[in-house]
T-cell receptor, first 110, second 113 residues
Framework: QKEVEQDPGPLSVPEGAIVSLNCTYSNSAFQYFMWYRQYSRKGPELLMYTYSSGNKEDGRFTAQVDKSSKYISLFIRDSQPSDSATYLCAIQGGGFKTIFGAGTRLFVKA | NAGVTQTPKFQVLKTGQSMTLQCAQDMNHEYMSWYRQDPGMGLRLIHYSVGAGITDQGEVPNGYNVSRSTTEDFPLRLLSAAPSQTSVYFC????????????FGPGTRLTVT
């Protein structure tokens, strides 16, 4: 079993839709839960992160962690064509080594 | 600041050839890493360094060597290229202290024929 599972998609939505991206993980010791965004032919960039459980909001983006279910989510409100990218979840167990999900490709159609 | 730079952007090798992928950062970050990204596999850690002179293996180290003589540079050497090493390679630097955000370079697309 992989330590982090993420549906690769692709996920295609109309502009303005609410997008839900999800990952599951297997090790309850993980502490930092991150989302990276990767545009085509570019390196990933950190979008946002949460520590332990709970929600974190940044503009149109909300990251959510449910440690009891080992489930992390990223919600994008009012999605825009510029949000079209691959979104990678990533988790850390307290050290700097990071485990990445496979990434979900998102297409937002104008 | 240039951030993390990688050269070359593209490379085609024949099986058995060797080469070095260059990576440099100007943010004075302690930690540096090399990943490969393959379709459906996500980013997999090849080697990493927690400071000048200190390196360690990641998840997929076979066929690769690294060294870290300075804080700024972290080259990745392919010893004898194989078609299985066809991939996109990303270098990343990370400041010390959680949450250990990784700053990625633009990547090197490598094809081994």
């Amino acid at each position: 079993q992989k330590e982090v599972e993420q549906d690769p998609g692709p996920l295609s939505v109309p502009e303005g839709a609410i997008v839900s991206l999800n990952c599951t993980y297997s090790n309850s010791a993980f502490q930092y839960f991150m989302w990276y965004r990767q545009y085509s032919r570019k390196g990933p960039e950190l979008l946002m992160y949460t520590y332990s459980s709970g929600n974190k909001e940044d503009g149109r983006f909300t990251a959510q962690v449910d440690k009891s279910s080992k489930y992390i989510s990223l919600f994008i409100r009012d999605s825009q064509p510029s949000d079209s990218a691959t979104y990678l979840c990533a988790i850390q167990g307290g050290g700097f080594k990071t485990i990445f999900g496979a990434g979900t490709r998102l297409f937002v159609k104008a | 600041n240039a951030g993390v730079t990688q050269t070359p952007k593209f490379q085609v090798l024949k099986t058995g050839q060797s080469m070095t992928l260059q990576c440099a950062q100007d943010m004075n970050h302690e930690y540096m890493s090399w990943y490969r990204q393959d379709p459906g596999m996500g980013l997999r850690l090849i080697h990493y360094s927690v400071g000048a002179g200190i390196t360690d293996q990641g998840e997929v180290p076979n066929g690769y060597n690294v060294s870290r003589s300075t804080t700024e540079d972290f080259p990745l050497r392919l010893l004898s290229a194989a078609p299985s090493q066809t991939s996109v390679y990303f270098c990343a630097s990370t400041p010390s202290g959680g949450p250990y955000e990784q700053y990625f370079g633009p990547g090197t697309r490598l094809t081994v024929t």
